[in-house]
Structures are given as structure tokens and as C-alpha cells.
């Protein structure tokens, strides 16, 4: 083998390398990583781990007991929604470098991840304004509609 060859190989084991040093650290990071959020009207505090499970839930000052269970159940979902949504986007964050090209002279090329298919819905969770309300009244009537 030629010696430019063996340089380059060896180039590419070493950012191999590196790479995969970076991501078993972002890995260690997010298994440590949760996102605590409140719904809007301030009844349930919600934390998410990074896989988007739901790892807490606590009813502050015991204010849902002047709701109704569809009330009650909209909180939980929107305080839910939410701590995916910015779990996801962490996520998202934390491996965006390993999504993009190289320095210059680098062999890394950088990985193409479809987001939308890894998180789906929780995408959606949180980040668009208004968008919780009309979530929020879908989720109570089709409560309602299981209680006639």
C-alpha cells in the first residue's frame, strides 16, 4: 500500500475514532438529561427523560382538585407534550454536530437524520403558539365524547 493511502487511512481511523468518543459522550449526557415543564395553567409539573418518557408528574398546590378529569387529564397531556417537545429538541441539539460535514480535509461526511421520523409527534409538542389550546380541546372532546 502506498504511503498517502496509509496516511489517509489512518486519518480516517482517527476521526472514526474520535466521532465515536463524542457521540458515546453526548449518549452518556442524555441518559442523564430530563426536561421539567409546567402546563399553562400551572396544575401539573411534568418531567420527561430523553426517550420522551415520562419520568415525574406532580399536581402543584393541589389545585386540580377544582377541575373535572377532562380538565385535568388536558394539563397533564399539554405539561407532557411539551417536556417531549424540548427533550427532543436537546436531543436534536446534541447530535447536530455529528449531522454535518467535517473541517476542511476531513473525511467525515456527516449523517442525514430524518428528525420528523425519529420523533414524530413530539415535534410538535409545545413549540407552536396556539397550537396547545386546539390540542387541548381535540383531547376534551373526545373525552367528552367517551363519557355520553
Known sequence: MSEPMQERIAQAMAELQATQAAVARAEAELRQASATVRSSDRVVEATVGAQGELTGLKFLDNKHQNMTGPQLASSIMEAVRQGRAQMA???MDTFAPFTQPGPEGSMRR???????????????????????????????????????
Open 89 to 91: 429538541r436537546r436531543v
Open 110 to 148: 456527516g449523517i442525514d437524520l430524518d428528525w420528523n421520523r425519529v420523533f414524530g409527534s413530539a415535534l410538535d409538542g409545545g413549540g407552536q403558539a396556539g397550537s396547545g389550546r386546539s390540542q387541548r380541546n381535540r383531547l376534551l372532546d373526545e373525552i367528552d365524547e367517551d363519557i355520553d
